[in-house]
Nanobody, 127 residues
């Protein structure tokens, strides 16, 4: 069993930055690939990015590529999402998720592949 807790959300002006963290519990959590998803009001949850269990591979949605960066520290069981150049359309609840597979490549964007989810953290970007 893996438990995930996100933190770091808040209110930021357009063009600003935020860093989200996801703390994972469980002895095998470092062997999981991790993903970030978001859900804006009235919209379906969408893929943001993912990182392999080793941290060597990442994959991002086109909408955030070049602005967002995912990293992980397995020794601390944490995964981070650094968000720069934020836009009002980035406003959403952000979720981290864990996948038992070490890496799925492009398949990491499929939320059905994820086994565990956090409760989410709100990010609001004002214009």
């Amino acid at each position: 069993q893996v438990q995930l807790v996100e933190s770091g959300g808040g209110l930021v002006q357009a063009g600003g930055s935020l860093r989200l963290s996801c703390a994972a519990s469980g002895r095998t959590s470092s062997s999981y690939s991790m993903g970030w998803f978001r859900q804006a009001p009235g919209k379906e949850r969408e893929f943001v990015g993912a990182i392999s269990s080793s941290g060597a591979s990442t994959y991002y949605a086109d909408s955030v590529k070049g602005r967002f960066t995912i990293s992980r520290e397995n020794a601390k069981n944490t995964v981070s999402l650094q968000m720069n150049s934020l836009k009002p359309e980035d406003t959403a609840v952000y979720y981290c998720a864990a996948d038992r597979a070490p890496w799925r490549g492009i398949g990491a964007k499929n939320e059905r592949e994820y086994d565990y989810w956090g409760q989410g953290t709100q990010v609001t970007v004002s214009s």
